[in-house]
């Protein structure tokens, strides 16, 4: 998953997430079932009335809020929407919010409030891994269902949460398909110290040894690093011809004003980027960037009667100068998705919705996303994006279909991924 603002800094930064990767992350258990083995407690959700509560989760305060409060806005957006058009199953939607604040914990903490006490009867939000994993246990145990927006590095599945961002089969290696198709035979890697880049990049070395390519250097900076002169030198030194970045946050800004100064272009020596997008490009500065090649499944560019919709209604809701992006659009699309399975189920129930997702599409911004009831992820649309110098994001090549998603890399398309999913955090749903 993208980081793309500081989430902790320093080392007891990095201690305090790698204690929560620990406690709430990796483990082995059954998929869909709680730290017990079942879902410990019945639903307090009320369909009795003329509405029914659901829950945004998103970072109000903290590092985080600055990229989570437009996911927010997407939310409201496609709320609002679904309840001028007569709400789910003839029912209004009621938001109750809640502040993660940027802290994994905290996340947990609220996730369970929303489904034991708030009784919503589903939860949007959540953005980084670390935020993601602590609240997999939760919705697990408490038998809630939770709709993450963001993409992020795979190897994960669970029948409490449906991933509307897109998984590594339809971000990562798209990316690195297009660096091969480019004639890029040495790649330098560099990325923030934490789960996402360091997974990202084991599926990268495996992918490089398989077609050829050569990866001259792997380096990690902590997260909120500002400094990388080191990094920049080994790269200069490493005769690369491409560089992956999974560099989150602040620390993009110095690491291109550093790339800069050492003489690299976005022609001589390009850089691909899966954690910016536009909502990052206008914090680090366009001038920094532009240029340079992004990985995503939507650019505020793309030209659709759908898109065309969704962005209109964005700027009319909240400026004419409002930017969106791919999280923010997943985010508004969860819900409609959510709407879809409730719809097709006939009911609020988290079995009946699980029982009933396989199949169930929606005509996104991005283009149509249908759910795989085997594993909770969608099928996406990859696109490489170049940045423009208005901050936006054009497409430059995009896969000929939506990609079906396959998290763990076990399909036919990816022998060489073979062995990458020892050990993931969950087994494949039926």
């Not at 149509?368 to 423009?388: D, F, L, P, Q």
Request: proline residues 5%; glycine residues 10%.
């Amino acid at each position: 998953m993208s980081l793309p603002r500081t989430l902790i800094t320093g080392a007891a930064g990095i201690a305090l997430l790698a204690t929560t990767l620990t406690l709430s992350g990796c483990t082995g258990a059954k998929v869909g079932a709680g730290a017990s083995g079942a879902p410990s407690a019945k639903s307090c959700v009320d369909t009795s009335g003329d509405s029914i509560k659901i829950g945004f989760i998103n970072s109000l305060s903290g590092t985080m809020a600055i990229s989570e409060k437009p996911v927010q806005q997407a939310l409201y957006l496609a709320e609002k929407q679904i309840n001028a058009a007569g709400g789910v199953l003839g029912k209004t939607l009621s938001v109750v919010t809640s502040d993660g604040a940027s802290d994994p914990n905290t996340f947990a903490q609220k996730a369970d409030k929303l489904l034991t006490q708030d009784c919503v009867a589903a939860v949007f939000g959540g953005w980084t891994s670390a935020s993601r994993k602590a609240m997999l246990p939760v919705f697990e145990r408490d038998n809630g269902l939770l709709f993450y927006p963001v993409q992020y590095e795979g190897m994960e599945s669970s029948k409490n949460i449906f991933y509307i961002g897109a998984t590594t089969n339809q971000q990562i290696v798209p990316a690195m398909d297009y660096l091969a198709q480019q004639g890029k035979k040495k790649v330098f890697l560099v990325g923030s110290d934490y789960v996402f880049p360091r997974t990202a990049n084991k599926i990268i070395d495996a992918y490089a040894k398989a077609k050829g390519i050569d990866i001259v250097g792997e380096e990690y900076a902590p997260l909120g690093s500002v400094d990388f002169t080191t990094i920049v030198s080994k790269l200069k030194a490493s005769g690369a011809d491409a560089v992956f970045n999974t560099l989150n946050g602040d620390s993009n800004v110095a690491f291109f004003k550093e790339y800069t100064n050492a003489g690299f272009t976005a022609k001589t020596v390009p850089v691909l980027s899966v954690s910016i997008a536009e909502q990052e490009v206008k914090g680090i500065g366009v001038q920094n960037i532009e240029g340079q090649l992004t990985a995503w499944n939507y650019y505020q560019t793309i030209g659709s009667p759908a898109n065309d919709a969704f962005v209109s209604a964005f700027q009319k809701e909240y400026g004419q100068d409002a930017v969106v992006d791919d999280p923010m659009e997943d985010a508004y699309s969860s819900l409609f998705l959510w709407k879809a399975m409730v719809e097709k189920a006939k009911s609020f129930d988290v079995k009946a919705i699980q029982e009933n997702s396989d199949g169930v599409s929606y005509d996104a911004p991005e283009g149509t996303m249908t759910v795989s009831g085997k594993n909770h992820h969608v099928t996406k649309t990859a696109r490489i994006g170049v940045i423009e110098p208005s901050g936006l994001i054009d497409t430059v090549w995009q896969s000929p279909s939506a990609i079906t998603p396959d998290p763990y890399l076990t399909g036919p398309d990816y022998p060489w991924a073979a062995g990458l999913a020892t050990g993931a955090s969950a087994a494949p749903s039926n």
